[in-house]
């Protein structure tokens, strides 16, 4: 019972790496030793690649992160506009859903709030 599950699984990767012995010139019968040799070549490299893009994945959140913690602290410097604080306010979204986890990693600009909020649609500029 235990050897046929045995076998049926490494008749079941023979059959998934077909491809992979035609490429490295194996029998096209391989011994059970090459099926598991290029199985665990496999997952090895898959596991290699994976981690490469984790990790590109994560320089780029870091950078935009990054751009957004500039570009709140470039706009804090200026003088008060309508258009800077929404710039800010949408900013401050921004941070929030790029890094949930610890908001306090950026620093944190108090938007007076005006009690006339002005119409978003005049304030708005589209090329249309």
């Known amino acids: 019972m235990r050897r046929d599950r045995i076998n049926s699984s490494i008749e079941q990767l023979r059959l998934i790496l077909e491809k992979e012995f035609q490429k490295n010139q194996l029998p096209s019968k391989p011994e059970k030793a090459d099926i598991l040799e290029m199985t665990v070549s496999f997952i090895q490299q898959y596991m290699a690649e994976k981690n490469v893009t984790t990790s590109s ?3 780029h959140r870091d950078g935009y992160s990054t751009c957004v913690r500039d570009s709140v602290n470039f706009l804090s410097l200026h ?8 710039l800010l306010q949408n900013l401050h979204g921004v941070q929030i859903l790029t890094n949930p986890l610890s ?7 108090q938007c007076p709030s005006n009690p006339s909020t002005p119409d978003i649609s005049k304030a708005l500029w589209r090329p249309w």
Do not use: G, I, L, V
């Open 79 to 86: 003088t008060q506009t309508d258009t800077r604080m929404q």
């Open 57 to 59: 994945s994560q320089a």
């Open 103 to 109: 908001p306090s990693a950026y620093p944190t600009t």
